[in-house]
């Protein structure tokens, strides 16, 4: 077998064990919550009768995060790209986010838009990559500095020395693989190409990290107005980081849209920060409904409208 047929055998594994690794978190969410009934009923009628002006607060959050992932997809690429389309093609992607594993329905659709717009599948890919590490590293900052500034936001104290020695050896063992790997680095050395040259523009510059930073926020603020929304009195440096640890959770488990395994983490680390049950409970719906359930419908007639125009 030739290196070029291999690919689609490995990839179609890398599927299956996605697939795999969902059905095994949905079934342990579902197991979870059929052992908590009772707190689940609770939960929804306590979101049932929730403050709605706090509710109207939380959906527009949740619409401003389409706009701020499009202004951080515009900040990673250096061509302009339709300002319309784009934020159109975030709002599609997240739809998609929700029926394919790992993130895969997002990047399909950020990847085939790109490339309608002129860039090549390398620069494309390299583009979605760079907007992805800037959402990573700004989730860890923005954890590390509640720490910092709130060291009793979880009911822990930070100790900067050990932030201090994990670094420098996160930083070796990418050294190590770069210096080990010629493919690897040079992967690395075009993605570094890229991102210089993204830099080299500030607006791009602060475009890219100004967007990924109020994309983190913007949810998070979702999670904090529904809070409200329901009366649970949690100090929001909690709930912000509650949401910050949950959402990096998340990220290790390929789930469509993070399904059953956010839900669960935002529900065990708001418990953490003090909420009762069926309140955590209830901030976790309230959260799904405004940032996945309602707007999957009309995010999936958008993605099907792009795709008939050609934009995709």
């Given at each position: ?100 594993p ?17 860039l ?96 983190a ?50 529900a065990?680390?708001l ?37 008939r125009?050609?934009?995709?």
């Amino acid at each position: 077998m030739s290196a070029t047929e291999s690919l689609p055998v490995a990839s179609g594994r890398r599927l299956y064990l996605q697939l795999g690794i969902t059905l095994v978190v949905l079934a342990a969410a579902g197991a979870v919550l059929a052992a908590h009934r009772a707190t689940l009923d609770s939960g929804t009628e306590r979101l049932a009768a929730a403050d709605g002006e706090w509710l109207v607060l939380a959906c527009l959050a949740a619409v401003a995060t389409w706009v701020s992932a499009a202004v951080a997809q515009q900040g990673a690429v250096v061509e302009r790209l339709p300002r319309g389309r784009l934020v159109a093609a975030q709002f599609a992607a997240g739809a998609a986010n929700h029926l394919l594993p790992a993130g895969a329905g997002a990047t399909l659709v950020n990847l085939r838009f790109l490339r309608r717009c002129g860039l090549s599948t390398r620069r494309s890919a390299t583009a979605l990559a760079v907007k992805a590490a800037v959402g990573g590293v700004v989730r860890c900052v923005l954890g590390v500095a509640l720490l910092v500034a709130a060291p009793g936001t979880v009911g822990l104290s930070v100790r900067i020395p050990h932030v201090l020695v994990l670094l420098p050896a996160v930083a070796g063992a990418v050294g190590l693989a770069v210096a080990i790997s010629r493919r690897l680095r040079r992967a690395v050395g075009r993605a570094f190409a890229d991102v210089r040259e993204v830099h080299r523009s500030r607006a791009r510059a602060c475009a890219l990290w100004g967007g990924s930073v109020a994309f983190a926020l913007l949810h998070a603020g979702v999670v904090v107005a529904v809070v409200h929304a329901i009366g649970l009195g949690l100090p929001t440096s909690r709930v912000v980081m509650a949401y910050l640890v949950a959402s990096g959770a998340a990220a290790l488990l390929p789930t469509p849209g993070g399904l059953g395994s956010l839900d669960t983490v935002l529900a065990l680390a708001l418990t953490a920060a003090g909420a009762p049950g069926p309140d955590a409970v209830s901030t976790v719906l309230g959260y799904r409904l405004l940032t996945g359930w309602l707007p999957l419908a009309p995010g999936l007639l958008v993605l099907a409208l792009l795709v008939r125009r050609k934009a995709l």
